[in-house]
Each structure stands twice: as C-alpha cells, then as structure tokens.
Nanobody, 122 residues
C-alpha cells in the first residue's frame, strides 16, 4: 500500500505560481511512477502530468505544457508539480497518484491522494 498526501494548493491570481507537493508513505516511492490529475466542477478528472520512477521521462497534457513542471525526489519520498503562469481554467482539485506500470497518461492509477484545491479567480 502507498498513502499519498497532497499539499500546496490555494488561491492565486492569474499569472501567479504554486508548487504542489505529494508525500508518499508506505511502500518504496521509487517503485512507482507518479501522476497529477485534476478535476474541475462539473467536469471529468483529467490527466495533467506524469513522471516515471527515476524522473527521466515526463509527460504533460497539452493544456499545461510549458507552464507546469513535474518532478520527484525519491530520497524524500515526495513528488512535485510546479505550476507557473496560472490561468482561471487551471482551477480544479488536483490529485497525485501512483502506479507501477505504463502507460502513465491513463487514469488507471493504483493509489490516489485526497486532493488539494487550486483556485485562480477570473
């Protein structure tokens, strides 16, 4: 089992930045790829970004490419999502997730955090 706890969400003005963190507890974090997903009110959960177990491969949704950066520190059992140039359309609950196998951009992850709210007022 892996427990995931997100933090770092909040309210930020358009154009601002936030860094989300995902702390992992339980099984070895480095055994898993990590992904970030988000769900806006009335919409389905969507893929945002993913990173493989050693951090050498990353994937991004087109909507965040060039603005968001996913990273991880296996020594700290923590993953991150740096979000820059935030837009009102980025408003959502953000979830981190972990899985042991590819593909990383699908939502069939094995473990999920509880989510953290990000709000960018228009």
């Amino acid at each position: 089992q892996v427990q995931l706890v997100e933090s770092g969400g909040g309210l930020v003005q358009a154009g601002g930045s936030l860094r989300l963190s995902c702390a992992a507890f339980g099984r070895t974090f480095s055994s898993f790829a990590m992904g970030w997903f988000r769900q806006a009110p009335g919409k389905e959960r969507e893929f945002v970004a993913a990173i493989n177990w050693n951090g050498l491969s990353t994937f991004y949704a087109d909507s965040v490419k060039g603005r968001f950066t996913i990273s991880r520190d296996n020594a700290k059992n923590t993953g991150y999502l740096q979000m820059n140039s935030l837009k009102p359309a980025d408003t959502a609950v953000y979830y981190c997730a972990a899985k042991a196998r590819a593909p990383l951009i699908t939502n069939d992850y094995d473990y999920w955090g509880q989510g953290t709210q990000v709000t960018v007022p228009s």
